[in-house]
């Protein structure tokens, strides 16, 4: 199940960009506080944030979009791990392995951990889209009389022009008790922004997180269970 949970949570953040819905898909920006009673979380939306009705991944309970471009994710899962800090750990690992930048890790706020880390722009260069050399002979292409021009190279552009990056805020919610299951819910917030836009959302991650509510999740009613009598 850990395993499962890697690659989740590193689809959810990275692959989700092709799946996430058209701006036409998405309700009224106005405020509004967002409940799911399968997992007993509810969240208030920012101001100027859009609820998307298609979340594109079962784990996925809300999902939130901005005009730019940026959106705001809430995931939850049942996982065997004792604390946040080990759900964390596990996935920074796997996104390490997976060559992406700007990792790091923090405390907080509250019993939340938090990891961010970077998505650049698929440009052909990251280690998974190489191709392995070959030994067709080079071509001399023709020479030309046309003047040199100094533009830009693509690694001179400026950081944010081509990078998202990410900050995941992680919690792990305790089971019922000695007497219940012993899988507790592992809920994770993921903010997806322009780098450019991310430092001015990292306030409406922000806002998520201090009006998010928890419940009692009620116990599954067994197949084929009647009501009282």
Do not use: C
């Amino acid at each position: 199940m850990a395993r499962r949970s890697v690659l989740m949570m590193i689809t959810l953040t990275v692959a989700a960009g092709g799946a996430l819905p058209a701006r036409g898909e998405a309700t009224s920006p106005r405020p509004r506080h967002l409940t799911d009673a399968r997992w007993g979380i509810g969240i208030d939306t920012p101001p100027g944030w859009s609820v998307s009705q298609r979340t594109g991944f079962a784990e996925t309970v809300f999902l939130l979009l901005f005009p730019d471009g940026s959106r705001i994710s809430l995931s939850a899962e049942k996982t065997a791990a004792h604390s946040a800090s080990e759900v964390l750990e596990t996935n920074r690992r796997a996104l390490a392995r997976q060559g992406f930048g700007g990792i790091s890790t923090a405390t907080g706020p509250g019993d939340w951990r938090t990891l961010d880390f970077e998505v650049p722009e698929d440009d052909g260069k990251h280690p998974q889209n190489e191709h392995p050399k070959t030994d067709q002979p080079k071509t001399d292409k023709p020479k030309t009389d046309k003047p040199k021009t100094d533009k830009p190279r693509p690694d001179d552009r400026d950081p944010p022009d081509h990078l998202d990056r990410v900050r995941q805020l992680y919690l792990v919610r305790p089971g019922p008790g000695p007497a219940g299951p012993a899988l507790g819910t592992s809920v994770v917030l993921t903010l997806t922004a322009p780098a450019r836009s991310f430092p001015a959302h990292l306030a409406d991650l922000g806002f998520v997180v201090e009006r998010i509510t928890f419940e009692a999740i009620a116990p599954p009613v067994p197949t084929g269970a009647t009501g009282p009598k």
